[in-house]
């Protein structure tokens, strides 16, 4: 029972590889068998974002158990995020053959309807959820959400509250309501909000940006560079923490750091599959050879900006002062280069005359027998 209790204590604590790592024991010490222990091997999963192996394992315990309901509310998230929208669509009209009247179900039903963009719909399923049980968590977080998607914001607070209320250590409502605060314009409210949230996922990135993001907001430039940094060093999730780094210090006007951080974004973005704001890094580093007069990386640089609607017309722009650029520095060459030579022959042609050795016959040509005769004096 030792064992039980450490695991479960573990995955509460969002310490998922200790959780992981003692419920593997359990199945070793007889209790492969188990539905409980291999749903909350899935839900270690789920909080690690493996999402792929989460599924799987979820689908596994589906095919032992088929008419278990128990976690699929969490299986529809994982869904959710994925985009699974007919795999989703079954697990909705599964759940429901099954038991209408159950939380889970109606869980799994507000997700369907929130991957239809059918909101108020969503938030129907959810509220008939915590009729049947007031203490719900994952209803009241994802309650939140959608009246986020309809703007309803004083309501999504309201959500939020409610599940911290149930569960203080739930960092999606903290995260939720930093969210809130932040698209309301409250920028203080949203930094004690994120704060708790990454104080409780200490090693999520997500968190770390969102915290970083604020602060870049407060002016307090110091403390955002940490978080961006931090994010980085625990394994940047979304990609973003080198992207907000490399946007600050364009906004600095420190160019070197920024031109060494956009490299290293470009770097990272061909192993990613969708690059957020590409063209931004692109236009800068044609910014910055245009300035530094390194003309063939700016028009290899501004080629890259043609291909994104966002920089397209400013590309445009750049190639003619690439080309207008390229002209001018060519002129001047050229320029240089003719009053060197006039300078040389001035100052090899001699003062007297007379010095001058005499002159050379050039050879004449007897086109009738095609040989050379040189004339006399």
């Not at 507000?110 to 959810?126: A, D, M, P, T």
């Not at 770097?267 to 931004?280: F, G, N, Q, T, Y």
């Not at 445009?316 to 003719?338: A, C, F, H, N, P």
Request: one cysteine or more; proline letters at 2%.
């Amino acid at each position: 029972m030792t064992k039980f209790f450490l695991g479960y204590t573990y995955l509460e604590l969002q310490l998922n590889e200790k959780a992981l790592d003692m419920y593997n024991q359990l199945k070793n010490l007889g209790f492969e068998k188990s539905n409980y222990v291999h749903a909350q091997i899935a839900i270690s999963y789920h909080n690690k974002r493996d999402v792929l192996t989460a599924i799987s394992t979820f689908n596994n315990l589906r095919i032992i158990d088929p008419y278990r309901l128990d976690n699929l509310d969490t299986l529809s998230n994982l869904l959710f995020v994925k985009d699974r929208k007919v795999e989703l669509a079954d697990l909705a009209q599964h759940s429901y053959n099954v038991d209408k009247y159950r939380v889970e179900t109606c869980c799994v039903l507000g997700n369907y309807y929130s991957l239809r963009s059918e909101h108020q719909k969503s938030v129907i399923s959810f509220q008939k959820a915590l009729k049947l049980d007031t203490q719900y968590l994952a209803a009241w977080t994802l309650m939140g959400h959608e009246f986020m998607e309809l703007k309803n914001y004083h309501a999504a607070i309201h959500s939020y509250r409610k599940a911290i209320d149930v569960n203080c250590r739930d960092y999606r409502a903290w995260y939720g309501l930093g969210q809130t605060y932040e698209i309301i314009k409250m920028p203080y409210y949203c930094l004690y909000y994120y704060k708790q949230a990454q104080m409780l996922r200490p090693k999520d990135s997500r968190m770390l940006v969102a915290l970083g993001e604020t602060y870049e907001k407060l002016d307090k430039i110091k403390e955002a560079f940490k978080c961006f940094s931090t994010a980085r060093s625990v394994g940047d999730i979304d990609g973003l923490a080198l992207l907000r780094m490399a946007k600050l210090y364009e906004q600095l006007e420190y160019d070197e750091e920024a031109k060494l951080a956009y490299v290293e974004y470009t770097k990272e973005s061909e192993i990613s599959p969708a690059p957020i704001d590409l063209c931004l890094a692109y236009r800068f580093l044609a910014h910055y050879h245009l300035k530094m007069c390194n003309l063939e990386l700016a028009r290899e640089f501004t080629h890259m900006c043609l291909r994104y609607e966002e920089t397209k017309e400013e590309a445009k722009t750049l190639i003619k002062s690439i080309e207008q650029r390229k002209r001018q520095y060519l002129g001047g060459v050229y320029e240089d280069t003719s009053i060197q030579e006039d300078d040389e022959l001035e100052a090899a042609r001699p003062d007297d005359d007379s010095s001058s050795p005499t002159p050379i016959m050039e050879p004449a040509i007897d086109r009738d027998d095609n040989t050379y005769l040189v004339g006399n004096d």
